[in-house]
């Protein structure tokens, strides 16, 4: 999507850009993410001698799956914006496309580590329960290394 920056005005003008933007779903880490809905873009632009200045927030609901239990989850966020774009890294100084811009920022919002809940309780390694919904039947021993040798030794 562009935005029009030919009704900016000389150094020094600005303008107020309010927009629903659809944006494709993104593929980041292996990751599927869906964007859903369009994202609502609250943007202020800022014309400068050597670039333009985007100043605001946007607001979006992404589908994530959980890294513990592999569920997909929603989350709804305000991401702020704050960049710069100057005049020579742009082919043409009419118009700004924000796609781009957008999807950085949403990439640069995700958590490293995707839960569906800080409390989620994962999946069984063994028979992959999901343990949010139910305990399974499996008897895990965790044992450390360590001392599983010495029960090894003592069991001889
Ligand atoms: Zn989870
Ligand atoms: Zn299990």
Same mark, same amino acid.
């Given at each position: 999507?562009?935005?029009?920056? @030919? ?7 600005? +303008? ?19 964007? +859903? ?5 609250? #943007? ?13 927030? =946007? ?20 991401? *702020?914006?704050?960049?710069? #774009?100057?005049? +020579?890294? =742009?082919?043409? $100084? ?11 920022? #949403?990439?640069?919002? $995700? ?9 989620? @309780? ?29 029960? *090894?030794?003592?069991?001889?």
């Amino acid at each position: 999507m562009y935005i029009n920056l @030919n009704d900016l005005g000389d150094i020094g003008g600005k +303008k107020t850009v309010s927009m629903e933007i659809e944006i494709a779903d993104l593929n980041f880490r292996d990751q599927e993410v869906e964007v +859903k809905d369009n994202i609502e873009l609250e #943007i202020e632009i800022f014309h400068t001698r050597d670039s333009f200045i985007i100043e605001g927030e =946007m607001e979006v609901n992404l589908v994530l799956s959980c890294s513990r239990c592999l569920k997909n989850y929603q989350t709804s966020s305000v991401i *702020e914006l704050s960049e710069e #774009i100057l005049k +020579k890294d =742009m082919e043409d $100084l009419e118009k700004l496309f924000i796609d781009e811009i957008i999807v950085d920022n #949403i990439i640069l919002s $995700l958590p490293i580590k995707t839960l569906c809940s800080e409390e989620c @309780n994962g999946l069984c390694p063994q028979c992959g329960q999901n343990l949010n919904e139910g305990e399974c039947d499996c008897e895990i021993e965790n044992i450390d290394p360590r001392l599983q040798k010495l029960k *090894e030794f003592y069991d001889d």
